[in-house]
Structures are given as C-alpha cells and as structure tokens.
T-cell receptor, first 112, second 113 residues
Framework: DAKTTQPPSMDCAEGRAANLPCNHSTISGNEYVYWYRQIHSQGPQYIIHGLKNNETNEMASLIITEDRKSSTLILPHATLRDTAVYYCIVRSITGANSKLTFGKGITLSVRP | NAGVTQTPKFRILKIGQSMTLQCTQDMNHNYMYWYRQDPGMGLKLIYYSVGAGITDKGEVPNGYNVSRSTTEDFPLRLELAAPSQTSVYFC????????????FGQGTRLTVV
C-alpha cells in the first residue's frame, strides 16, 4: 500500500522554481519525509529530508504542512540537469518502517 | 571513501544459470538494501539488512537470496536465473540510527536470455 502519492509528471521552464508536491496523509509521528531523485539510469541521489520543520540545503527546500499530511519540494532555479524522476518517501528511523520504499515518483522535465 | 561499489556493471546470463551480484560499502553503515528497477518503473525492494547477520525480505524477494556476514558486504544471489529477473539492480546503504540519507551504487544491468 502506497504511503505517498505524487502526480506522474510535471514540467517547468529553466531558471524558474519547480514545486513538486507529495501527499502522505497517513504519516505517523515518528516518520520523516525524504526526497530522492534519479537522473536517467543512475542510482538514486538523496536530496533532503525533514520531520516537521521546513528544511533547506544547497540543492532544495522542503516545505511540510503543519498537519504533516503533505509536503512540497522546491528547486529554486531549475536547470536542464534537474530533469529526473523525483521520489517522495516516508520512513521512520527504527523498526519495520525504517526501510526505504520507493513509489513511482514524479517525472520532472525542465524545458529550455 | 569509495562509497557503495557494485560489481559487475553488466552481465548476461542464460536461463537457469546462477550468479552473485556483489555490493561493498566502506562507510561503516549498518543498513544495506538491494533493489531492482525494471524499465520505466520505480525501484522495488528485494532484501534489506539492518546489520551483520540480520537480513529480511522486501517487496519482491522470490528468486533471490542474500547474506550479511560482514558490515561491509551484502551480496545478492540468483540461483536459477529467469527472464523475469532481467532488470537493473541497485545496492544502497545508510546509517542507523538517525534520519540520514542512503547512498546508492551505480547499478548492475542484468539480462537473462
């Protein structure tokens, strides 16, 4: 059973912000929200994660709603190299739900 | 730090043959994972391990076996290769405990003919 739902695809213009949504309405209190991306056939790459506060790093920002039922990954200035499949994952840090389980992800296409 | 290293990168097997996909990490991670990814699909978890001597099944374990005798190594064994096992296989590792990232290898592309 899917723990997250994402639209199948979206696109954005190069240089603009890309806002990738994710729903996780059944998230429990000890589960984190993770984002990974996979460029073409490479191994997935970690982007960012958070529990309830908004997070920012050199790659992206993660905005988590107050009720934690949804989140948005923001790539502030998308480039062509950001074209990839982006996976939103919920995961606890211990126990049966600690393994990384990937859904279908959202395919982001950045157009020139 | 080499990270997560998978060998081989490519392999063609005949139906019924067996092989072992190797995965080694040098980051002293406790958690290790094996995934497969079919064309155009997301990653499916085959097996995972939370530490040396401990392994557990993921979503699609049938046709595979694993072992974890050391922290560094997590080999995946295919005993009787079938065409349905044609896929790209990814190994990954992460720390435990803590909410930290997982590191992935570059994948092994396996074709069973």
């Amino acid at each position: 059973d899917a723990k997250t739902t994402q639209p199948p695809s979206m696109d954005c213009a190069e240089g603009r912000a890309a806002n990738l949504p994710c729903n996780h309405s059944t998230i429990s209190g000890n589960e984190y929200v993770y984002w990974y991306r996979q460029i073409h056939s490479q191994g997935p790459q970690y982007i960012i994660h958070g529990l309830k506060n908004n997070e920012t790093n050199e790659m992206a920002s993660l905005i988590i709603t107050e009720d934690r039922k949804s989140s948005t990954l923001i790539l502030p200035h998308a480039t062509l190299r950001d074209t990839a499949v982006y996976y939103c994952i919920v995961r606890s840090i211990t126990g049966a739900n600690s393994k990384l389980t990937f859904g279908k992800g959202i395919t982001l296409s950045v157009r020139p | 730090n080499a990270g997560v290293t998978q060998t081989p990168k490519f392999r063609i097997l005949k139906i019924g043959q067996s092989m072992t996909l190797q995965c080694t990490q040098d980051m002293n991670h406790n958690y290790m994972y094996w995934y497969r990814q079919d064309p155009g699909m997301g990653l499916k978890l085959i097996y995972y391990s939370v530490g040396a001597g401990i392994t557990d099944k993921g979503e699609v374990p049938n046709g595979y076996n694993v072992s974890r005798s050391t922290t560094e190594d997590f080999p995946l064994r295919l005993e009787l290769a079938a065409p349905s096992q044609t896929s790209v296989y990814f190994c990954a590792s992460s720390y435990n405990p803590g909410s930290t990232e997982a590191f992935f290898g570059q994948g092994t592309r396996l074709t069973v003919v």
